[in-house]
Structure formats: structure tokens, C-alpha cells
């Protein structure tokens, strides 16, 4: 490999590392609800990004790939069996709060554990796509391209997934 190109994938790395390396991490942190678990989650995803990109492999779209790299292992964590502890959201990056107000923090960690929660009520790959969807802000052909599913299926999942969620949280509030 020539210096030049070792250079010019070391920058495209690190662009794509400063771009997505935060949506990663808390994609990983609603599916672990674990910070540490979530931090090396993430770096392998990057390192086995890196991979792809020094193999020059044909990457069409390298946000769908980072989440299906992501998930992929999360999914072999599961495989392995290994204790996964439920840590308080406090002690991670959900401790930087947006608002200065104390009270209005305290509201929003509520309802942000609320919402985690009801949203584990779903069924996994529901759960995923909605969260793919809102709150990582992808189209339904990046999820689909990400879940390797048809883009109808993904839209049928999402329009169920968002009914059941109503149901869960009417049945939540009474």
C-alpha cells in the first residue's frame, strides 16, 4: 500500500468516524443499555469499518454499513451469553444535558427512561426500525438496506410497530 493511499484513507476514516462515531455509540446505548458494553461496540464497528475501507471494498452508503456492522454485533454479544449489567443512564452521555433548568433535566430523564422503556415492549425488530427511523433520522430504504429487508416490509413494521407503541402508551397513561 502506497503512502498516499494509506493517507487518503486515514482522512476518509476519520471523516466518517467524526460524522457517525455519536449516532453509533447511542444506537448501541438503547440496544445494550450499557455505556461501557455501548463504547466497545462502537469501536469495533469502526475498526471493522476500517477493514472495508483498506480492503477497498465498494461501500455505497457507509451509514447503512456502520449500523448493520452495529448491530451485527450486538447481536453476536447476545450469542455469547455474556452478563450484561443495566447501568443508570446518569452516569453516561446521557448526563449532558441540553437545558440548565435542574427541574426540566429531571423531566427529560424521565420521560427519555419512559420512552426506552415502553419502546422495549416491542418486539426486537420493530424496535429497531423505530428507533432507526426517529431517532437516528433514517429513510426507509437506509433501514432496509441496514436490516437487509424489502422497503415494504420495513414500512409495514414501522406503521404496526407505531400503532402498537399508541396502544402501549394509552395503556401506559390510564
Known amino acids: 500500500m502506497k503512502d498516499e493511499d494509506k493517507q487518503q484513507y486515514t482522512e476518509q476514516f476519520i471523516e466518517y468516524y467524526e460524522k457517525y462515531s455519536d449516532d453509533i455509540f447511542r444506537f448501541c446505548m438503547v440496544k445494550t443499555r450499557n455505556r461501557s458494553r455501548s463504547l466497545d461496540i462502537t469501536q469495533d464497528t469502526f475498526m471493522k469499518f476500517w477493514e472495508y ?3 477497498e ?3 455505497e452508503n457507509e451509514r447503512p454499513l456502520l449500523y448493520r456492522i ?3 454485533l450486538i447481536i453476536d454479544g447476545y450469542r455469547k451469553k455474556k452478563p450484561i449489567l443495566v447501568e443508570d443512564f446518569s452516569a453516561g452521555s446521557y448526563n449532558d444535558y441540553l437545558h440548565d433548568d435542574h427541574e426540566t433535566r429531571m423531566v427529560d430523564k424521565i420521560d427519555g427512561e419512559k420512552a426506552i ?5 416491542l418486539p426486537e425488530t420493530t424496535r ?7 431517532m437516528h433520522d433514517f429513510s426507509i430504504m437506509e433501514i432496509a438496506h441496514t ?4 422497503p415494504k416490509t420495513v414500512s409495514v413494521y414501522l406503521h404496526r410497530g407505531l400503532k402498537r ?5 394509552e395503556e401506559y397513561e390510564t
Open 117 to 121: 422503556t415502553l419502546l422495549h415492549q
Open 70 to 72: 452495529a448491530n451485527n
Open 128 to 134: 429497531e426500525i423505530i428507533n432507526l427511523r426517529f
Open 165 to 169: 407503541l399508541r396502544e402501549i402508551l
Open 147 to 150: 436490516l437487509d429487508m424489502k
Open 57 to 59: 471494498q465498494d461501500i
Open 53 to 55: 475501507i483498506i480492503a
